[in-house]
């Protein structure tokens, strides 16, 4: 098992800057592919980033490239999301994810582990 727990969220002015954390617990943090994911009212689940566990390789959204930056650091089980130039439509409840492996998928399926999601708002 992988316990996982967001902050970081907020309310924040279009253009304006966020980051979100993920601590992580349970099982060897460096044995899984770690994502970011994000759900509006009434749509689905969506990718946003994801990182490898070997490497940490970086994989983004392309609604996301060169704004957001994912990373994680091994030493203290914690995952980051740095989202600058945010817009109205990043508005959303925003999830950190464990995968099943070490490789990174953008299908929230393949993420069998989840925390509880923080909310970003940007006003326009």
């Known amino acids: 098992q992988v316990q996982l727990v967001e902050s970081g969220g907020g309310l924040v002015q279009a253009g304006g800057s966020l980051r979100l954390s993920c601590a992580a617990s349970g099982r060897t943090f460096s044995s899984h592919a770690m994502g970011w994911f994000r759900q509006a009212p009434g749509k689905e689940r969506d990718f946003v980033a994801a990182?490898?566990?070997?490497?940490?390789?970086?994989y983004y959204a392309d609604s996301d490239k060169g704004r957001f930056t994912i990373s994680r650091d091994g030493a203290n089980n914690t995952l980051y999301l740095q989202m600058n130039s945010l817009k109205p439509d990043d508005t959303a409840v925003y999830y950190c994810?464990?995968?099943?492996?070490?490789?990174?998928?953008?299908?929230?399926?393949?993420?069998?582990?989840w925390g509880q999601g923080t909310q970003v708002t940007v006003s326009s």
């Open positions: 990182i490898s566990a070997i490497g940490g390789r970086p």
């Open positions: 994810a464990a995968a099943r492996t070490r490789l990174v998928s953008i299908t929230p399926a393949d993420y069998p582990y």
